[in-house]
């Protein structure tokens, strides 16, 4: 295919710089695009142990945004939907990145919605948010206190050991509190309208904020836990690898 593509590309320009140019943007064109959306709070780095092969796939990230006053989510989606560029691209969410990526679904041409560590549906909820719904605790979570401590990140992992706090606490930093408050509210809170699409769902068997024993249809990695971005990250490469091309 490559070869003749070069020949297309050759006989229509007639100039080797041209050409070159030219073959890259198509071949550039023929590679899957995939973006990521990080967990609550999370940026670009919680993605470090991902790897796709560059020659076929190229990866983006959309890092949060911070709300406007009183946003509706479907309204903050839309505006987090503009930066994917790429037609039947791939969209990969964590965790509430998976809750966002599919309410960005609903203003996108996509080719799959890959979610990781996250739901689907308020039945794959925890009964523990269920209850923080229902009687609005979340709203007394202490966010200002949250943003200068540790405990931003017991309340986006759950109780962990102190080694894996101590990662994944590097790896947050969005750290306003309009976004936090919103967040947690639209987390806790969400539903989910009629899906855009099929949404394909990766989920740990270890996975303590989200249990497994909730989750329905989904691609089980053995060990996971809610971080297993950090330390599974090839195993869910190669889920990300094999979905993408089927």
């Known amino acids: 295919m490559e070869t003749l593509l070069s020949i297309f590309v050759l006989q229509s320009y007639g100039k080797i710089g041209s050409s070159v140019v030219l073959l890259k943007t198509v071949m550039s064109k023929d590679k899957i695009h995939v973006y990521f959306v990080p967990g609550l709070a999370a940026g670009k780095e919680i993605f470090k142990n991902i790897r796709l092969p560059e020659d076929r796939f190229k990866t983006h990230i959309i890092e949060w945004l911070i709300p406007e006053k009183n946003e509706p ?3 903050y989606a839309k505006r987090m939907a503009a930066a ?5 691209a791939v969209l990969v969410g ?5 809750v966002m990526v599919q309410e960005m679904a609903h203003f996108l041409r996509l080719k799959k919605v890959i979610i990781i560590s996250s ?3 308020r039945t794959e909820f925890p009964r523990r948010l269920k209850i923080a719904r229902i009687t609005k605790l979340y709203k007394l979570v202490p966010t200002r206190i949250m943003l200068s401590s540790d405990d931003l990140t017991k309340f986006a992992i759950g109780p962990k050991s102190r080694k894996r706090l101590e990662l994944y606490q590097a790896f947050l930093h969005v750290r306003s ?5 919103w967040a947690i509210e639209n987390m806790v809170c969400w539903q989910p309208k009629k899906p855009a699409g099929e949404t394909i769902h990766i989920h740990g068997d270890a996975d303590i904020i989200f249990p497994i024993k909730n989750i329905d249809n989904c691609k089980v990695i053995e060990g996971g836990t809610h971080i297993m971005l950090l330390n599974k990250g090839s195993k869910i490469s190669k889920k990300i690898i094999e979905i993408s091309t089927h």
């Open 73 to 75: 989510i479907d309204l």
């Open 119 to 121: 739901v689907k549906s």
């Open 84 to 88: 994917v560029t790429h037609e039947n």
């Open 177 to 181: 509190a309009r976004y936090l408050n």
């Open 94 to 98: 964590v965790s509430f990145g998976g």
